[in-house]
């Protein structure tokens, strides 16, 4: 079974640091990973995703993540936050086997609070 | 392009009663998938659908069921409601059969409380 580890339940950062949430999974397969993000009183939106190739990719709002495949680490960073970015932010991973392995459903971790300070 | 839908918004039932949650997917889109958010337990899967057929499902008991029509069209209903099962429930649309494809598209959700 799949399971992902946030290991920041909550973080505060004042606007201009650098932001970095650390996700890991447990799951011995291939994976496609994510992102996604909860702004209050939003809908969950996808901030990006690692499905093959490179590595580090990049996301909406000046968010990237690099996989590091011998970790089992999907981290989340950005250099310079903003106000706006406060929201919850969840990695969630998706076995990649086709429907044996888990189709279209998503494991998520317990997420992580951030808050952004003026 | 419309999002993902759900009805209603927000429920409130008693102990013991029923309820049917009903979303409507992005146009175009054939899966449906259905979350249940907690503040204790996060973000857990319930079941997925893909085409009218279930192809997942979560560790969720029996009183959690789900259909999806030929509409694409889903509901899920809960039996014999328990206080525990006051959630926030969400339901996800993706247009095809796999992730590494495709994006998984999230409604605002049903909010349940359970008294």
């Known amino acids: 079974a799949q399971s992902v580890s946030q290991h920041n339940h909550h973080v505060i950062l004042s606007e201009a640091a650098s932001l970095e949430l650390g996700c890991n999974y447990s799951y011995g397969g291939t994976v496609n990973l994510f992102w996604y993000v909860q702004y209050p009183g939003q809908h969950l939106q996808l901030l990006l995703k690692?499905?093959?190739?490179?590595?580090l990719v990049k996301g909406i709002k000046g968010f990237e993540a690099e996989f590091i495949k011998s970790k089992f680490s999907f981290n989340l960073r950005k250099p310079s936050v903003q106000w706006s970015d406060t929201a919850e932010y969840f990695c969630?991973?998706?076995?990649?086997?086709?429907?044996?392995?888990?189709?279209?459903?998503?494991?998520f971790g317990t997420g992580t609070q951030l808050k952004v300070e003026l | 392009k419309a999002g993902v839908t759900q009805t209603p918004r927000y429920l409130i039932k008693t102990r013991g009663q029923q309820v049917t949650l009903s979303c409507s997917p992005i146009?175009?889109?054939?899966?449906v998938s259905w979350y249940q958010q907690t503040p204790g337990q996060g973000l857990q899967f319930l079941f997925e659908?893909?085409?009218?057929?279930?192809?997942n499902k979560g560790n969720f008991p029996g009183r959690f069921s789900g259909r999806q029509f030929s509409n694409s069209r889903s509901e899920m209903n809960v039996s014999t409601l328990e206080l525990g099962d006051s959630a926030l429930y969400l339901c996800?649309?993706?247009?095809?059969?796999?992730?590494?494809?495709?994006?998984?598209?999230f409604g605002p959700g049903t909010r349940l409380t359970v008294l």
């Open positions: 969630a991973v998706n076995a990649s086997e086709g429907l044996t392995g888990g189709g279209n459903k998503l494991t």
């Open positions: 996800a649309s993706t247009r095809g059969e796999f992730l590494s494809t495709d994006t998984q598209y």
């Open positions: 146009s175009g889109h054939r899966s």
């Open positions: 659908y893909f085409s009218e057929t279930q192809r």
């Open positions: 690692y499905f093959s190739g490179d590595p």
